[in-house]
């Protein structure tokens, strides 16, 4: 792979201007990891395709072309987002500070001679990373109105870079919160994921919540507040103190984890009921429907649907795992993704009331218990009922998993005595 200094070196001595620009300038300057690199260039993207065999261009419209790895772009101007996402039509240009006045944020329009580090500031962007702040370039209204998922982008930053919000700014993304709805879902969900899993995921919901984004983009988390809960299992307070400590507690997360954890109480507030003391009879089967609208909404690929649900589904089981017989503790511990179930936990009791004797003889079992036990292989199976005379139906999976649970349980070891218990089940059915 070529490095982005050699790319943007030969640029350079083809006779065109090149810089590093964007959020790995901005992370360079901060001492933080850089990745992805991005370059901006005075060429055109018949030019930059000319002077690197194999280029491809990966936006046409926008003059971006990949060049082994690395983004190369043509300064540009914008003009009209009819869409409020991308520009109807855009300019080439040959000045940088063009370029740089048609970006988002000031601390993303920085530019970087790969060379010599000489940095190039058109909009105040070094002063704002020296402030921790996040402000839009120029108008803030103008630049939600022309890309409204900047909005979202300005919450991400600003959590994920300890910055605050400059005042114009929130208040511009507090005015236009209601637009962000125009935006693809799948650019929304994809924005959340990354707020849900770069860290500081709690930060980032205050924020989306003061911003009023949240009520927006996920009501259903929004009305979390002022849910009450019962004082000894809660002290910490309500439904949403409650998760976002949660969130907060997430280190780089698999977005499955994340999300489980986002939505594991969304049924709270559907069910808060005043009873002998506060319950919330059912939250976990309103949770489980809420959870799939969400996913659904939000276009979550079916194998991520699938897990966040389970983990809203089987939160409140640890509260049985001392009790539970062998067969039903397995069957438990052998959900796909076991570790997630785990640590969603640790995290609700270490967010509450700080009780971990569940948790760690969960943990234990998952651990010391062999794969083989937890999942043996079936002493019966279909093929062995209806080699047995059995007809196929209803009766199979119940009769099977009657004789796995004996099986775990130690109360059957050999076939013969598997189809024996099934034959006995069969008459009671």
């Known amino acids: 792979m070529t490095p982005p200094s050699e790319i943007a070196g030969r640029l350079r001595k083809s006779g065109y201007s090149a810089y590093l620009v964007g959020g790995c300038v901005r992370d360079s300057l901060l001492n933080l990891p850089v990745s992805d690199f991005d370059i901006a260039t005075s060429a055109t993207p018949d030019e930059v395709c000319n002077l690197f065999p194999g280029a491809k261009l990966v936006g046409a419209h926008f003059g971006v072309v990949m060049v082994d790895g690395t983004e190369v772009a043509t300064y540009r101007s914008d003009f009209a987002y009819s869409d409020g996402r991308r520009p109807d039509q855009i300019r080439y240009e040959k ?139 809660h002290p910490e307070g309500d439904v949403w103190i409650h998760v976002t400590r949660m969130l907060a507690g997430l280190k780089s997360p698999p977005g499955t984890l994340a999300w489980g954890v986002l939505l594991h109480d969304a049924g709270k507030p559907g069910t808060f009921q005043r009873l002998d003391r506060i319950r919330f009879n059912g939250h976990v089967e309103l949770g489980v429907e809420i959870g799939r609208k969400i996913a659904n909404r939000l276009r979550f690929s079916t194998e991520v649907k699938d897990q966040v649900l389970a983990l809203i589904a089987n939160h409140m089981r640890f509260g049985d795992v001392h009790r539970m017989k062998d067969s039903t503790l397995k069957r438990f511990l052998r959900l796909p993704s076991f570790e997630e179930h785990l640590e969603l936990h640790r995290l609700d009791c270490l967010a509450s009331h700080g009780h971990l004797d569940n948790y760690n003889f969960a943990k234990a079992k998952f651990e010391e218990t062999p794969p083989r036990e937890i999942k043996p292989e079936r002493l019966l199976t279909g093929r062995d009922l209806i080699a047995a005379g059995w007809k196929p139906g209803p009766e199979f999976r119940r009769v099977l998993d009657e004789v796995e649970d004996a099986q775990m349980e130690g109360m059957v070891t050999t076939k013969e005595a598997a189809l024996e218990l099934a034959e006995q089940r069969r008459s009671f059915s």
């Open 95 to 233: 000045d940088p500070e063009a370029d740089a006045r048609r970006r988002d944020f000031t601390i993303n329009a920085l530019f970087r001679d790969a060379e010599t580090g000489e940095v190039l500031d058109f909009v105040g962007g070094r002063q704002d990373l020296h402030n921790r702040i996040i402000r839009a370039i120029g108008d803030p209204e103008e630049r939600f109105g022309e890309d409204h998922l900047r909005m979202l982008r300005a919450v991400r930053f600003a959590a994920r870079l300890g910055f605050t919000i400059e005042p114009e700014t929130l208040a511009a993304i507090q005015k236009l919160a209601c637009k962000i709805n125009r935006i693809a879902p799948e650019r929304i969900r994809a924005e959340l994921d990354r707020m849900l899993t770069e860290g500081h995921a709690g930060r980032a919901f205050e924020l989306l919540d003061q911003t009023g984004l949240l009520r927006e983009v996920l009501p259903e988390v929004s009305a979390f507040h002022r849910v009450e809960q019962p004082p000894e299992f």
